[in-house]
């Protein structure tokens, strides 16, 4: 009898698990993928937005086109979920899963950061990117700030992409000596793991006139003034903010949260619920929340449903993990 794969979540992390299941098992497995959206889309194409390169209609890729055997993919709306019975309630029905993984990502909090949402700016979400591209169209002096809001967040080199790229604008437009960019953040460091990475960071921004200030966090936001946490305040001209990440609501009530993210076992994403695994953002490990990783982590993942399918045993521990 076929066991029936539920995967919340059609991101790099759920797209990767349902194209191994589908590959590899469709024998064993029945796959539902489940999404609320439409189409998918790469991070970088956020950027190309912001830049005016392209607009919404180039940088979907729609869920349609998705053809693997045994996979059934359903834009619906996960409402609930239980972690003990397996089972998920969305808008549209609900679903039994033998395998059920969580891979809904991270939600940003752009409410944790109050006068946020009034008085700044974000390039982390499309909709965000394409409003940020109408802001900078008509900005052509002052001091841009780019705060990162809290940490863990996605992509970590995209706020000093950002801050590149908007020097080459600026540059491209004539205005460049007439604007400043500081970028703030929690880190000590660009990419705190590797110093030679960060220090090749601070050199390409130096180069570039960016500031950059380490271990402090922007705490609230009014007209002109971001809050530092330390104490104090940095005058802006346009706040560029990297929201407060979290897990979606509906993972927050379903009680698989702790601190923030889901716990996981490092040598296979399971959880502490039977049969239920989380990859990609929304998992809790010491891991850079990247498309790459989440893809590794489908394939850890997959292979331990079909250990478990073949009544194995498996014993790796992600290496993703500690990157």
Request: aromatic share 8%; net charge negative; charged share 20%.
């Amino acid at each position: 009898m076929t066991k029936h794969v539920v995967i919340l979540g059609a991101g790099f992390g759920g797209l990767e698990l349902a194209t191994l299941m589908s590959e590899s098992y469709s024998d064993d497995v029945r796959v539902t993928l489940i999404d609320r959206n439409d189409s998918f889309g790469f991070g970088f194409s956020k950027l190309d937005l912001l830049l005016g390169r392209k607009e919404m209609e180039d940088v979907r890729l729609p869920y349609a086109a998705i053809s693997k055997p045994g996979v059934d993919f359903r834009q619906e709306n996960v409402t609930a979920i239980d972690a003990d019975a397996r089972s998920v309630t969305t808008d549209a029905g609900s679903y039994e899963a033998d395998f059920l993984a969580i891979a809904l990502g991270a939600d940003y909090d752009h409410a944790a950061t109050p006068g946020f949402e009034e008085h700044g700016v974000e390039y982390y979400s499309f909709a965000g990117a394409r409003r940020m591209r109408d802001v900078i169209a008509g900005f052509d002096s002052g001091r841009i700030v780019i705060g990162i809001l809290g940490h863990p967040f996605k992509c970590p080199p995209a706020p000093f992409e950002g801050a590149l790229l908007l020097h080459d604008l600026l540059t491209e437009r004539g205005v460049r000596d007439e604007c400043e960019i500081h970028v703030i953040g929690p880190m000590a460091a660009p990419v705190p793991v590797t110093q030679g990475v960060s220090q090749a960071f601070l050199s390409v921004l130096g180069e570039r006139g960016i500031d950059y200030t380490g271990q402090e966090t922007v705490a609230a936001v009014d007209a002109g003034e971001a809050h530092l946490a330390s104490g104090g305040s940095v005058p802006f001209d346009l706040f560029v903010g990297v929201p407060v990440h979290r897990v979606p609501d509906v993972v927050e009530a379903s009680g698989l949260a702790e601190n923030g993210w889901i716990p996981v076992d490092r040598n296979n994403l399971a959880t502490r619920f039977e049969g239920v695994y989380a990859i990609g953002d929304c998992a809790g490990l010491p891991m850079a929340k990247a498309g790459i990783f989440a893809e590794a982590a489908a394939g850890i993942v997959a292979d331990d449903i079909a250990a478990k399918l073949s009544g194995e045993e498996l014993d790796h521990a992600y290496e993703g993990a500690g990157s």
